[in-house]
């Protein structure tokens, strides 16, 4: 598959700046082209990969905004994104949409450019353009506080209405508690990063073609659920030097003889230690409609025994026959890893949660909004209100 990527607001950013990065380290093209979107100037110049005529500064000429960001508020996020619409749609209008499978759009939720702005977007491109639009949105942890919190819960809806599939990943689930919160966001980023494109850069066509390799439309086929999904992953070193030592008449490979039963199991080990394991949103995946394993690494580590054993896993794991599962080859690779989504995911404790805890925010707001007014009050007038005012 091959994506028209855009990271709007400063999470956004920061996270297409990783993936253009990862990609290119791993001599991978799933980017066919790459946007940021911000209305903070200073955000946009700490990227460090997109090319500076791909960041696309919005709300110069809105007086709320006037390059400086939209202060955390996701109503001004929107409506800055609405004026500006046009010159993401200029933007745009340079990117080969021929050869664009899908439209990924990136944005964290607890801020408001993002959280604002980026369903703004989506429902644009969906009405502009036939190619599928996807989301990832990033839910901010615990410590960011009550607004970021407050922003999401009211930023999550409107995302998963605006996309084909909302990808989520929950910064909860994954900020160490040693971490820094520079360090702690760029690593989850490349965490990031990794599952995005071991998942979508399925299915192109690169040095080798596998008999199982994944097609763009299985990829499209399983997020053309709807509603929300979840990434499991997984990886493992490989050792090159066993290559020669196998020899030919030792792995016979798809052709009715006996494949190596060490890399099937290894295969179906890796996909029964990613989907136990961290997902990106904690999930039931039993709750799930459908499912997509891609194995990621040099053909010679591939299994098709492995592979057929793991889709049987998956399937009885999350209770439905719509599993679909198949390999990505990828020579220079040096670890042997999997990718699966659970597509449409339904049981969700963290989005209870965060819903829950966002009514709660709303709730201290109003109280402390009507608490405020009436202090300010008393703060201006005398106690028997005799003072006459100017």
Same mark, same amino acid.
């Given at each position: 598959?091959?994506?028209?990527? @855009?990271?709007?607001?400063?999470?956004?950013? /920061?996270?297409?700046?990783?993936?253009f990065?990862?990609?290119?380290?791993?001599?991978?093209?799933?980017?066919?082209?790459?946007? &940021?979107?911000?209305?903070?100037?200073?955000?946009?110049?700490?990227?460090?990969?997109?090319?500076?005529?791909?960041r @696309?500064?919005?709300g110069?000429?809105?007086? #709320?905004? /006037?390059?400086?960001?939209?202060?955390?508020?996701?109503?001004?996020? &929107?409506?800055?994104?609405?004026?500006?619409?046009?010159?993401?749609?200029?933007?745009?209008?340079? $990117?080969?949409?021929?050869?664009?499978?899908?439209?990924?759009?990136?944005?964290?939720?607890?801020?408001?450019?993002?959280?604002?702005?980026?369903?703004?977007?989506?429902?644009?491109?969906?009405?502009?353009?036939?190619?599928?639009?996807?989301g990832?949105?990033?839910?901010?942890?615990?410590?960011?506080g009550?607004?970021?919190?407050? %922003?999401?819960? #009211?930023?999550?809806?409107?995302?998963?209405?605006? +996309?084909?599939?909302? @990808?989520?990943?929950?910064?909860?689930?994954?900020?160490?508690?040693?971490?820094?919160?520079?360090?702690?966001?760029?690593?989850? %980023?490349?965490?990031? &990063? =990794?599952?995005?494109?071991?998942?979508?850069?399925? *299915? %192109?066509? *690169?040095?080798?073609?596998?008999? %199982?390799?994944?097609?763009?439309?299985?990829?499209?086929?399983?997020?053309?659920?709807g509603?929300?999904?979840s @990434?499991?992953?997984?990886?493992?070193?490989?050792?090159?030097?066993?290559?020669?030592?196998?020899?030919?008449? !030792?792995?016979f #490979?798809?052709?009715?003889?006996?494949?190596?039963?060490?890399?099937?199991? /290894?295969?179906?080990?890796?996909?029964?230690?990613?989907?136990?394991? #961290?997902?990106?949103?904690?999930?039931?995946?039993?709750?799930?409609?459908?499912?997509?394993?891609?194995?990621?690494?040099?053909?010679?580590?591939?299994?098709?025994? *492995?592979?057929?054993?793991?889709?049987?896993?998956?399937?009885?794991?999350?209770?439905?026959?719509? $599993?679909?599962?198949?390999?990505?080859?990828?020579?220079?690779?040096?670890?042997?890893?999997?990718?699966?989504?659970?597509?449409?995911?339904?049981? $969700?404790?963290?989005?209870?949660?965060?819903?829950?805890?966002?009514?709660?925010a709303?709730?201290?707001?109003? =109280?402390?909004?009507?608490?405020?007014?009436?202090?300010?009050?008393?703060?201006? +007038?005398?106690? !028997?209100?005799?003072?006459?005012?100017?």
């Amino acid at each position: 598959m091959k994506i028209a990527l @855009i990271g709007f607001g400063n999470a956004g950013g /920061k996270i297409a700046d990783e993936l253009f990065e990862y990609q290119l380290d791993s001599d991978r093209e799933l980017c066919r082209a790459v946007l &940021a979107v911000n209305t903070a100037q200073t955000d946009l110049a700490k990227l460090d990969r997109i090319p500076e005529e791909d960041r @696309i500064l919005i709300g110069q000429t809105d007086g #709320r905004a /006037k390059g400086h960001g939209v202060g955390a508020d996701p109503d001004l996020g &929107a409506a800055v994104t609405r004026q500006d619409l046009h010159e993401i749609e200029n933007a745009l209008a340079e $990117v080969p949409i021929y050869d664009v499978d899908a439209f990924l759009v990136v944005a964290g939720l607890g801020g408001g450019t993002g959280s604002g702005g980026a369903p703004v977007l989506c429902e644009k491109l969906q009405d502009t353009y036939e190619e599928p639009v996807y989301g990832l949105g990033v839910l901010p942890s615990s410590d960011e506080g009550g607004r970021a919190t407050y %922003n999401a819960a #009211r930023a999550f809806p409107s995302f998963v209405e605006a +996309t084909e599939n909302l @990808i989520v990943f929950d910064n909860d689930a994954w900020r160490g508690h040693a971490d820094s919160v520079g360090g702690g966001y760029d690593r989850t %980023n490349r965490e990031i &990063a =990794k599952r995005i494109e071991t998942l979508l850069s399925a *299915g %192109n066509v *690169g040095e080798e073609i596998s008999e %199982n390799a994944m097609d763009a439309s299985d990829v499209r086929r399983t997020l053309g659920t709807g509603g929300v999904s979840s @990434i499991a992953y997984a990886e493992t070193g490989i050792d090159r030097s066993t290559y020669e030592s196998r020899g030919f008449l !030792n792995r016979f #490979r798809s052709n009715g003889v006996e494949e190596d039963s060490d890399s099937a199991k /290894k295969i179906s080990g890796l996909v029964r230690q990613a989907v136990q394991s #961290r997902l990106t949103l904690p999930a039931s995946v039993d709750s799930a409609e459908r499912s997509l394993i891609v194995v990621s690494g040099p053909a010679e580590e591939f299994s098709r025994k *492995g592979l057929e054993s793991a889709r049987r896993w998956v399937e009885e794991r999350t209770d439905s026959i719509e $599993v679909l599962a198949g390999d990505s080859p990828t020579p220079s690779a040096d670890v042997l890893s999997v990718a699966v989504i659970v597509s449409n995911v339904t049981e $969700v404790e963290r989005i209870d949660r965060l819903q829950s805890q966002a009514l709660d925010a709303q709730a201290n707001v109003e =109280k402390q909004r009507e608490a405020r007014e009436q202090e300010i009050e008393d703060l201006i +007038t005398d106690d !028997n209100d005799e003072i006459s005012p100017v």
